[in-house]
């Protein structure tokens, strides 16, 4: 049975599609129906081309919408939704957060008030936990590396008290081991470092590109 909040619902879902559509440029018409029930679901039904929408999510319409039409978006650009191939097999979860934030940015002042209470899209929980934990394992291996260098000059020039037990050479064989871990551990540090770039501005690159496709396919 509808309610009065499917109203919002679909008021939002159509603002999704009508700002997808214009800026991949694909007709309105080809975008999945949206489908409204009762509980808290979010669902890409691809063999029917439907979105299903838990009303529990009411609050979220709009990130959670953005989100699902946008990974119908990418399959439809790589020609999977056509050959009934799963929209999971094609489409990161990135890009359906970029959706979102795309969707944000292309409404009014006052649209985002009514269609975003909660403000600017953020990253979802899950990747802004994995980019948290990535930060800490850096620090922490940072810390590990400048007390291992210290730790290997002590014991290049024996200087540490074990010197007077292990001898200068044991220990100078100890500091040139530590010295070739620590340089494993650097470059581990590095790509970590890596890994840790912005996320949006990976995923900015990423919609750049899926767009410039998109023109390229429709000229």
Do not use: C
Not at 113 to 119: A, R, T
Not at 149 to 173: H, K, V
Request: charged residues 25%; glycine residues 6%.
């Amino acid at each position: 049975m509808a309610r009065k909040s499917d109203n919002f619902i679909k008021q939002a879902y159509s603002k999704v599609v009508e700002i997808m559509s214009g800026e991949f440029r694909l007709d309105k018409k080809d975008f999945p129906k949206l489908k409204i029930v009762d509980g808290d679901i979010r669902a890409y039904d691809h063999t029917n081309n439907i979105i299903i929408f838990g009303r529990e999510k009411q609050s979220h319409a709009i990130e959670v919408l953005s989100e699902e039409v946008g990974h119908y978006v990418r399959a439809k650009l790589r020609g999977a939704a056509e050959k009934g191939i799963s929209v999971d097999e094609t489409s990161p979860k990135e890009f359906g957060f970029q959706a979102s934030l795309m969707v944000y940015e292309k409404m009014a002042p006052d649209e985002r008030q009514k269609f975003f209470p909660h403000g600017r899209p953020t990253l979802l929980e899950h990747y802004e936990t994995r980019k948290k934990v990535r930060k800490i394992t850096e620090n922490a291996l940072g810390i590990l590396i400048i007390a291992g260098f210290i730790t290997a000059l002590f014991l290049l020039t024996g200087n540490l008290t074990g010197y007077l037990i292990a001898g200068y050479e044991i220990q100078s064989a100890y500091g040139f081991v530590l010295l070739i871990i620590l340089v494993i551990l650097g470059a581990i540090w590095i790509w970590l470092k890596h890994q840790n770039l912005d996320e949006s501005k990976k995923l900015e690159k990423q919609i750049s590109s899926i767009k410039s496709n998109s023109d390229a396919s429709t000229m």
